[in-house]
């Protein structure tokens, strides 16, 4: 049976609201959560950004399910305070945390006023950045010089094992690269052929452990409020020219986004006022090889996408899969 999990966006929910969502997604009978790790939104009408790691820590103590997070280490955060967080969180709540590391986005990372580098360079920075982590989660103490530079540094308060550090990717080349290092995958729903390609890149090149689907979703009672919410919140991710990862500001991408026609919102989201036919969907991107499949509602009302997903949703996908 395919795990499905509730995915938290800090960037558009309050921490205090989407905390009590996190408790209702596990009472409404989701197997787990993951969370996004934002300084920013994507826009201005999302309108939040809460500090990932310290509703973690509030999450996990008020749940009792799985929690993972979609983090970047190695600029806005030191790898050696990304190690301390995973490491406190695995420690008091063993077994139930997750982290999968990527490269990062400029809309998060500029603030340190560096340089954005190219894909190749926040690869490498990413992968020295995996090492020293994982040496530190070992109890190491570590001294690294090179994209990023650690002295003398050693994490004291462990966990009798470190968590599962998955690679995050969106193209299949990442998912590739990640495979060398990661326990698993991480990525997110985009049209059936890119994604199988992802999937494969990553078990060509050797890649282990779970494969986890992030799908965003907007399940509303009509197609036509289905697609507002899409157009309010997530229009975002109709910008195809230029990466998304490049983009400085929450202004940005609203510029740059415009106003989508109808048709450039289903690509960026699953619309619908179906459940059966949005689970059918969701079904048929899981069938290409995921373990774990995270629901993102991608409308602000996370109590009303949290009611439909108990009573039809959830349902229709179990059957489904």
Not at 5 to 12: D, F, L, N, P
Not at 32 to 44: E, F, N, R, T, V
Not at 211 to 224: C, G, K, Y
Not at 225 to 243: F, G, Y
Request: charged residues 20%; proline residues 5%.
């Amino acid at each position: 049976m395919v795990f499905l999990g509730y995915h938290a966006s800090h960037e558009q929910v309050p921490p205090s609201k989407l905390l009590s969502a996190v408790v209702r997604a596990e009472a409404v009978g989701f197997d787990g959560a993951m969370c996004s790790d934002h300084l920013a939104p994507w826009g201005i009408r999302q309108g939040e950004s809460g500090f990932a790691w310290s509703w973690l820590g509030a999450a996990l103590a008020s749940t009792s399910f799985s929690l993972g997070v979609v983090t970047a280490p190695g600029v806005r955060y030191h790898p050696v305070i990304s190690a301390q967080a995973i490491a406190t969180l695995e420690e008091m709540f063993p077994g139930r945390f997750w982290a999968a590391l990527g490269s990062g986005e400029l809309v998060n990372e500029h603030v340190t006023g560096d340089p954005w580098p190219t894909k190749d360079r926040r690869n490498a920075r990413l992968g020295e950045t995996v090492d020293v982590i994982r040496r530190l989660l070992a109890g190491e103490e570590v001294t690294h010089s090179g994209e990023i530079d650690v002295h003398r540094a050693r994490v004291w308060s462990l966990p009798e094992a470190a968590p599962p550090l998955l690679g995050a990717a969106v193209t299949s080349e990442t998912a590739a690269w990640v495979a060398s290092w990661a326990d698993g995958l991480a990525t997110v729903a985009q049209p059936h052929d890119l994604l199988s390609r992802v999937v494969s890149a990553y078990a060509d090149a050797g890649g282990r452990g779970p494969r986890v689907l992030q799908v965003h979703v907007s399940l509303e009672d009509t197609e036509e409020a289905a697609l507002a919410v899409a157009r309010e919140q997530w229009r975002h991710a109709a910008i195809t020219d230029v990466s998304l990862w490049d983009i400085e500001q929450p202004e940005d991408f609203d510029a740059r986004a415009g106003t989508p026609s109808d048709e450039q919102l289903h690509k960026g989201a699953l619309v619908s006022h179906d459940a059966g036919e949005l689970a059918e969907r969701i079904a048929n991107l899981a069938r290409l090889g995921f373990d774990r499949v995270y629901l993102h509602g991608i409308g602000p009302d996370q109590t009303a996408f949290l009611d439909r997903a108990e009573h039809d949703l959830l349902p229709a996908l179990r059957r489904a899969l």
